[in-house]
């Protein structure tokens, strides 16, 4: 097979598979929708062999360059596959997978999701393979094209306005994007960062580059949700279908980060905002649990402690981006970062698809009124036995995943400051473990429509394959979680680094740690329930918002961010 082809295969493919998708509609056979979902299938499962194919050729550290066409020179679009693009293309794939499967019994149900959905795969693949700033500025779109569809594919008003505020707020966005990307090519006459690269190793560091840098960082970090960036993600999560919002948490926030290291590690001077990265990570995984801890809307909680959880992702990722691939602890730092974004988009998927059932069976999302639920609807039971592994995990418990991604952020981090906030942000996850388990508490009040601001339950679909993905990825963070020492052996292995580190996740020392996180958020979860406690909460939760303060987010991040740059020695 031609290395080209084999490269290419995950980007094209789904792209063929769309098309056929939506000329297979056209079919008056009753066989039609079942061909259709055969597309799908087949189409993802293909992509994913071919990642599968590629890993000989990314495995030790390797990377694969080219140019689309076999272009030459400034003309021709770089692309470039290697371990970090490869990862999170299979953490990408693996994630929509799960989703659409789910989606099979929960919907979206038309056959136009699974179209588009193979659209955001191709779009995720090429997000990650290109090498070229223009053409990422176009990968992005594509993302963000499918994603605001997606959104708006649940009914009520609160989706497309969620999805209309996610639109206006990336196309600013990509406006500031552009913005740099113009200033870097005035600079350099160049789109291709191994061209911007070598084009400014000996140009001194000017105002024009550094905003440049500013304005396409900010850009990019908007759409991972970094701090102070956020304001569009939580209800963006919360209204969209619970298919889309898996894989809004799951993937489609870390794309765009991954995509970043390549721009911060080959442009020289970019590189120190790491560093600033590395402690916005670390203060919104306390900010986002705390926010989380406040709210009462089920969807939203999670959606905000996906903000917490990208943030202890970005801890670790800034810290290796700012030492450079070079530094003896670039590769435990950067391995930290992949293996935790992973172990989070699998435990986090679960709980958005596994809570989705049970919203859709209680007709609320009101967290006070789902109390009881599993006394009150018996076939909750089956969907608990597997939401228990994401519960557990979010809790911090030894031997499930969450846990096992703490306590190799802690050894990756090993006597940075910024640990204690990783500590803080996982006390607060225990608090919001607990209050997102109300759904199986007994007891609990009937909350009536109006007050809840949920529609009257209707009649449940079936949910055996639905009820059944939740199962499995529960069996999965428990592999995952036991199995930590393997995949930070493989993750270290593909990125060309021989350190095989004992963690030590059974060890007196982290489960000692173990029991004072949950012991304290156990605290914690007891205090945001008593009377001062739910007076701070609802100040939180009822703190000023809106477009104008994300835009003026935007802005301040990108003036700071270049600032940054300028005066960073």
């Given at each position: 097979?031609?290395?080209?082809?084999?490269?290419?295969?995950p980007?094209?493919?789904?792209l063929?598979?769309?098309?056929?998708?939506?000329l297979l509609?056209f079919?008056?056979?009753a066989w039609?929708?079942?061909?259709?979902?055969a597309?799908?299938l087949?189409?993802?499962?293909c992509?994913?062999?071919?990642l599968?194919?590629?890993?000989?050729?990314v495995?030790g550290?390797?990377?694969?360059?080219?140019?689309?066409?076999q272009?030459?020179?400034?003309?021709?679009i770089?692309?470039?596959?290697d371990?970090?693009?490869?990862i999170?293309s299979?953490?990408?794939?693996v994630?929509?997978?799960?989703?659409w499967?789910?989606?099979?019994?929960?919907g979206?149900?038309n056959?136009?999701?699974?179209?588009?959905?193979?659209?955001?795969?191709?779009?995720?693949?090429?997000?990650?393979?290109?090498?070229?700033?223009?053409?990422?500025?176009?990968c992005?779109?594509i993302?963000?094209?499918?994603s605001?569809?997606?959104?708006a594919?649940?009914?009520?008003?609160?989706?497309?306005?969620a999805?209309l505020?996610?639109?206006?707020?990336s196309?600013?966005?990509?406006?500031?994007?552009?913005?740099?990307?113009?200033?870097?090519?005035?600079?350099?006459?160049a789109?291709?960062?191994?061209?911007i690269?070598?084009?400014?190793?000996?140009?001194?560091?000017t105002?024009?580059?550094a905003?440049?840098?500013?304005l396409i960082?900010?850009?990019?970090?908007?759409?991972s949700?970094?701090l102070?960036?956020?304001?569009?993600?939580?209800?963006?999560?919360?209204q969209?279908p619970?298919?889309?919002?898996a894989?809004?948490?799951?993937?489609?926030?870390?794309?765009?980060?991954?995509a970043?290291t390549?721009?911060?590690?080959?442009i020289p001077?970019?590189?120190?905002v790491?560093?600033?990265?590395?402690?916005?990570?670390a203060i919104a995984?306390?900010?986002?649990?705390?926010?989380a801890l406040?709210q009462?809307?089920?969807?939203?909680?999670?959606?905000y402690?996906?903000?917490?959880?990208i943030g202890?992702?970005?801890?670790?990722w800034g810290k290796?981006v700012?030492?450079?691939?070079?530094?003896?602890?670039?590769?435990i730092l950067?391995?930290?970062?992949?293996v935790?974004a992973?172990f989070?988009?699998?435990?986090?998927?679960?709980l958005?698809?596994?809570?989705?059932?049970?919203?859709?069976?209680?007709?609320?999302?009101q967290?006070?009124?789902?109390?009881?639920?599993l006394s009150r609807?018996?076939r909750l039971?089956?969907i608990?036995a597997?939401?228990?592994?994401g519960?557990?995990?979010?809790a911090?418990?030894p031997?499930?995943?969450?846990?096992?991604?703490?306590?190799?952020?802690?050894?990756?981090?090993?006597?940075?400051?910024?640990?204690?906030?990783i500590?803080?942000?996982?006390?607060?996850?225990?608090?919001?473990a607990?209050?997102?388990?109300?759904p199986?508490?007994?007891?609990?009040r009937?909350i009536?429509e109006?007050?809840?601001?949920?529609?009257?339950?209707?009649?449940?679909?079936?949910?055996?394959?639905?009820?059944?993905?939740?199962?499995?990825?529960?069996v999965?963070?428990?592999a995952?979680g036991?199995?930590?020492?393997?995949?930070v052996?493989?993750?270290?292995?593909?990125?060309?680094?021989?350190h095989?580190?004992?963690?030590?996740?059974?060890?007196i020392?982290?489960i000692l740690?173990s029991?004072?996180?949950?012991?304290?958020g156990?605290g914690v979860?007891f205090l945001?329930t008593?009377?001062?406690?739910k007076?701070?909460?609802?100040?939180?939760?009822?703190?000023?918002?809106?477009?104008?303060?994300?835009f003026?987010a935007?802005?301040t991040g990108?003036?700071f961010?270049a600032?940054?740059?300028?005066?960073?020695?």
């Amino acid at each position: 097979m031609k290395t080209d082809l084999l490269i290419f295969g995950p980007v094209i493919l789904p792209l063929v598979g769309s098309a056929l998708v939506l000329l297979l509609k056209f079919l008056p056979s009753a066989w039609s929708k079942f061909l259709q979902h055969a597309a799908i299938l087949i189409f993802l499962v293909c992509s994913l062999l071919l990642l599968g194919l590629q890993y000989p050729l990314v495995h030790g550290g390797q990377s694969l360059t080219g140019i689309v066409g076999q272009w030459q020179g400034p003309l021709g679009i770089a692309w470039k596959q290697d371990p970090v693009s490869w990862i999170s293309s299979v953490l990408g794939l693996v994630l929509i997978l799960f989703a659409w499967l789910y989606s099979l019994d929960r919907g979206p149900s038309n056959t136009t999701f699974g179209a588009i959905l193979l659209v955001q795969a191709s779009g995720i693949a090429a997000t990650l393979l290109t090498h070229d700033l223009f053409n990422l500025f176009v990968c992005l779109e594509i993302l963000g094209i499918t994603s605001y569809i997606m959104i708006a594919m649940n009914k009520g008003n609160g989706a497309k306005l969620a999805s209309l505020t996610y639109l206006l707020l990336s196309a600013a966005s990509m406006i500031f994007y552009l913005l740099g990307l113009y200033g870097l090519y005035r600079l350099t006459g160049a789109l291709s960062l191994n061209d911007i690269g070598q084009a400014l190793t000996n140009t001194p560091l000017t105002t024009s580059l550094a905003a440049s840098l500013g304005l396409i960082i900010a850009g990019v970090a908007l759409r991972s949700a970094l701090l102070p960036l956020y304001g569009w993600l939580p209800e963006a999560h919360a209204q969209a279908p619970h298919a889309v919002s898996a894989i809004l948490s799951g993937v489609m926030i870390k794309t765009p980060l991954f995509a970043l290291t390549r721009i911060l590690l080959e442009i020289p001077a970019a590189r120190t905002v790491g560093l600033p990265l590395s402690w916005a990570g670390a203060i919104a995984a306390v900010v986002g649990s705390l926010i989380a801890l406040s709210q009462t809307h089920l969807k939203r909680a999670l959606a905000y402690s996906t903000i917490s959880q990208i943030g202890f992702v970005v801890a670790a990722w800034g810290k290796a981006v700012y030492l450079g691939a070079a530094h003896p602890d670039f590769h435990i730092l950067m391995t930290a970062a992949l293996v935790y974004a992973f172990f989070h988009a699998l435990y986090k998927s679960q709980l958005f698809l596994g809570l989705g059932l049970v919203t859709d069976t209680m007709g609320s999302y009101q967290l006070e009124s789902l109390k009881g639920g599993l006394s009150r609807q018996h076939r909750l039971r089956f969907i608990f036995a597997g939401l228990m592994f994401g519960y557990l995990s979010m809790a911090g418990i030894p031997g499930l995943a969450g846990h096992s991604g703490k306590t190799l952020l802690s050894f990756a981090l090993d006597r940075d400051i910024k640990d204690v906030f990783i500590v803080a942000a996982g006390v607060l996850s225990v608090a919001l473990a607990l209050k997102l388990s109300r759904p199986f508490w007994t007891g609990g009040r009937k909350i009536p429509e109006s007050e809840s601001g949920q529609p009257t339950p209707q009649p449940p679909a079936p949910q055996g394959l639905a009820s059944m993905i939740v199962l499995i990825q529960g069996v999965m963070i428990l592999a995952l979680g036991l199995g930590l020492e393997p995949c930070v052996h493989f993750v270290l292995s593909l990125l060309g680094s021989s350190h095989r580190p004992s963690l030590g996740i059974f060890g007196i020392d982290a489960i000692l740690k173990s029991t004072a996180s949950v012991g304290l958020g156990m605290g914690v979860f007891f205090l945001s329930t008593s009377r001062y406690g739910k007076i701070l909460l609802e100040k939180i939760r009822d703190r000023p918002r809106g477009f104008e303060g994300l835009f003026a987010a935007l802005m301040t991040g990108s003036v700071f961010l270049a600032a940054w740059i300028y005066l960073a020695p």
